[in-house]
């Protein structure tokens, strides 16, 4: 005999002698039976014991049961119906009854051995629907879960593609970049030695001229040949293959220097207006960086003002640091949302859309600043403009005056040998020596310098970094295994300053361009230095 005793039947009959017949025989085979005789009582016992079978007769004295029925598997479709019925027991009954929702419809009186098969056949069917229902609600939050999991896994894609693409992205300009710094670097070493023969005549002649015509023609050629040196160090910086050489500026010179530049940079339809403080001291910056700097932020200003508005340039004392100096850029364009303001600083992220920006504007302005020791910060909201301010610290020296000649520095009669592969370039540092009293010799390259060193000893050897052969590097090691101690000046028109100085070590170096009397001053403090 199977055991029954976990399934409870209701059994539903207001005979008595029929109902007991049937709890008897289901009892009998394991079954835990409990009874009702009215259809009522039987819903009471269906809310408190929720059987899972119910054996249910037609006719009942308060409601009939294929009410009950109909009733039963509206509130508890789980429950099965076994209806039952001694009188109504043609088809059509047996229809009403499984169209009121009956699981199925069993003649009275029936043996009890059918009663108990149709009670396990009903059984099997509730186990079989649990079963399902289980592996549905299972199969459900799989599902679910399933989706989830695909959701994350295209956030996690799409992210790797917002991340991928910003590496790509950040590649390509990265590798730009590095294309323009070799470029660049390759210019600049015959830009800068025609610059130094430039500048060095232009201010050789100026100073000399007796026509007062001549020497202002003199004068306007030279500041042309300056800014072509600003330009190419504006270059060097934007390859970011140059470090930075500070110096005490004065700001506000600098920014009406400007003035031009800014104007014709920015076009007719921007209204360019300075505010500038007297009296400031000069700060500590790199003249031609911060120039670079000032520049990038007014072709930003411009561009957020859609080629119309205002600029406004201004300086002033830093009111909660009185060892600073601030440069104020600031628009009446569009101004940024925080979530552009949390980035803008971010190398390679730009708002413009492909082809009118690289994303390095403000980056460059933020790594120039923070180099110089000062910081940047950010005042904007949409519609109301931006203002871009620059803080640098205060220089506790002046500014060296840009009119020093040959005449304002000391002279020497000490013996200089010059090294260097451009022949412009070593008539003017021997003009300028051989001016200053030194006793010059000059060779075009370092095989050469190196057989007069044979049985020559000059008090200093000047040295140009980079020659065809061997660069000034070695020519400096070979020279001073013949002479111990040799002092030695390099120059050099390479833009790649780090690169240099690991070659050169603790070396003098002077960058060209330069102007006479910058040569004649690292001479002498080449020769007045202790020996090494």
């Known amino acids: 005999m199977t055991n029954h005793d976990n399934v409870i039947i209701l059994n539903v009959d207001d005979q008595d002698a029929p109902r ?163 470029l660049t670097g390759g210019l600049a070493h015959d830009f800068n030695n025609l610059l130094t023969a430039v500048v060095g005549n232009l201010d050789m002649i100026r100073m000399r001229a007796t026509d007062p015509r001549i020497a202002r023609q003199a004068e306007h050629a030279f500041r042309a040949a300056e800014r072509g040196s600003k330009l190419t160090a504006q270059l060097l910086a934007f390859s970011r293959t140059q470090k930075l050489a500070t110096a005490p500026v004065d700001l506000n010179g600098l920014i009406s220097g400007m003035g031009e530049l800014v104007n014709q940079t920015l076009g007719a339809e921007i209204t360019v207006v300075t505010e500038l403080q007297d009296g400031l001291p000069h700060a500590l910056a790199d003249a031609n960086q911060l120039e670079l700097a000032i520049l990038n932020l007014s072709i930003n200003a411009r561009d957020a003002m859609s080629g119309a508005g205002t600029l406004t340039i201004s300086t002033r004392l830093d009111s909660s640091n009185r060892q600073r100096l601030v440069v104020c850029v600031a628009d009446t364009g569009t101004g940024m949302p925080p979530e552009v303001v949390a980035r803008a600083f971010d190398p390679f992220f730009t708002t413009k859309p492909p082809g009118k920006g690289t994303g390095l504007g403000l980056s460059q302005v933020y790594g120039i600043v923070r180099q110089l020791g000062g910081d940047v910060t950010i005042d904007t909201a949409v519609g109301k403009g931006t203002r871009i301010s620059i803080a640098l610290p205060i220089a506790h020296a002046e500014a060296e005056s840009e009119n020093a000649g040959p005449s304002d520095v000391s002279r020497g009669s000490e013996t200089v040998l010059i090294v260097d592969d451009d022949p412009d370039v070593r008539e003017i540092m021997s003009g300028v020596l051989s001016d200053l009293g030194y006793r010059v010799k000059d060779v075009e390259n370092g095989e050469s310098a190196l057989k007069l060193l044979s049985d020559y000893r000059p008090d200093l050897l000047v040295l140009d970094f980079g020659m065809p052969g061997a660069n000034g590097a070695d020519v400096a090691t070979s020279a001073r295994q013949l002479i111990a101690g040799l002092r030695i000046l390099f120059v050099s028109g390479y833009s790649d300053t780090s690169a240099i100085e690991r070659a050169v070590g603790k070396a003098s170096l002077l960058h060209k361009p330069f102007r006479p009397a910058e040569f004649a001053a690292a001479v002498r403090s080449s020769l007045d230095a202790r020996r090494d």
């Open 20 to 182: 007991y017949v049937k709890t008897r025989d289901l009892q009998e085979r394991g079954f835990t039976v409990i009874e009702a005789r009215t259809g009522a009582e039987a819903l009471r016992l269906i809310e408190t014991e929720r059987p899972p079978i119910v054996l249910l007769d037609v006719e009942l004295p308060d409601i009939t049961g294929y009410d009950v029925c109909s009733f039963i598997k509206k509130k508890w479709p789980g429950v099965m119906v076994l209806m039952t019925s001694s009188t109504f027991t043609t088809s059509i009954h047996r229809t009403r009854g499984l169209d009121s929702g009956a699981d199925s419809y069993l003649v009275q009186p029936a043996e009890p051995l059918e009663l108990a098969a149709a009670v396990n056949a009903m059984i099997r069917i509730r186990q079989a629907e649990d079963a399902m229902r289980t592996l549905n609600a299972s199969l459900e939050q799989r599902i679910k879960d399933r989706v989830a999991d695909l959701e994350a896994a295209n956030l996690k894609l799409k992210h790797e593609m917002e991340q991928r693409e910003r590496a790509e992205t950040a590649l390509v300009q990265s590798q730009k970049m590095e294309a323009i710094g070799q």
